[in-house]
């Protein structure tokens, strides 16, 4: 079984899809760590971001293995990674690593933003996560502030919105909701109710199989 989790910056796409991962026995990719990681490579190799094949080459020798967690969550990693998701050689440099992932037996949870869309189109369930832009902001500013990070709320809600707006009017894979995806809206759910509401989804997609 596939689970493609789709879904905008800070809607709870991530836990969600840990959670129902863990529930189901799958393994889980967050491919955001991709984009993330290139991004950060990119910033420490001191790459052009207008060079795409240069962008692509550091996509392509990428091992995750070379980077801390807390270095892939700040919010310049962010931004990197929006700037090199925009970038079709970057996308089609990780494509191959996401549908491997995907198609190993048994099955496999994705989260990310185009995976119900472009990486597995044939996914047996498709999930669509959103909340409202001040609550992801929220979200993410009090992430960042736990970090050590002092952004202030308003510089998060103006970040976000400019990622937000790249990320759905690039050219490749824009992030969209997939015609078949369920969305939930997780601005007034906590997490167990939102993961509840995601299981609920899954059962219903795989009684229909
Ligand atoms: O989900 P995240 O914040 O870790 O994602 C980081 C960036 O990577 C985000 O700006 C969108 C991009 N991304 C993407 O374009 N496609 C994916 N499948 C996952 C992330």
């Known amino acids: ?65 070379d980077f801390e967690e807390t270095e892939l969550r700040t919010a310049q990693a ?15 440099a990780l494509l191959d690593l996401q549908r491997a992932f995907a198609n190993q037996t048994g099955g496999a949870v994705l989260d990310g933003r185009d995976i119900g869309t472009v990486v597995c189109p044939q996914a047996d369930v498709k999930l669509w996560i959103d909340a409202s832009v001040d609550e992801r902001a929220r979200r993410r500013w009090a992430e960042l502030q736990a970090a050590g990070d002092t952004i202030t709320l308003e510089a998060m809600t ?9 990320d759905r009017n690039r050219a490749d894979a824009p992030m969209v909701q997939a015609a078949d995806a369920v969305l939930i809206d997780t601005t007034e759910l906590s997490i ?5 509401k995601a299981r609920a989804a ?8």
Do not use: C
């Not at 879904?7 to 863990?22: D, N």
């Not at 529930?23 to 990681?37: C, F, I, K, N, S």
């Not at 167990?192 to 509840?196: I, R, S």
């Open 202 to 209: 899954v059962e219903a997609a795989r009684s229909q199989r």
């Open 158 to 166: 103006e970040q976000l919105k400019v990622r937000d707006t790249r």
């Open 192 to 196: 167990d109710a939102a993961v509840e």
């Open 1 to 65: 079984m596939i689970i493609a989790i789709d879904g905008t910056l800070a809607s709870g796409k991530g836990t969600i899809a840990r959670r129902i991962a863990g529930w189901y026995g799958l393994p889980h990719m967050d491919t955001g760590r991709l984009y993330r990681a290139t991004g950060v490579a990119a910033m420490q190799a001191g790459a052009d971001f207008e060079d795409a094949s240069a962008l692509a080459a550091i996509a392509r020798a990428l091992d995750l293995n």
């Open 78 to 92: 962010g931004q990197a990674a929006s700037k090199v998701a925009a970038v079709p050689a970057v996308r089609a």
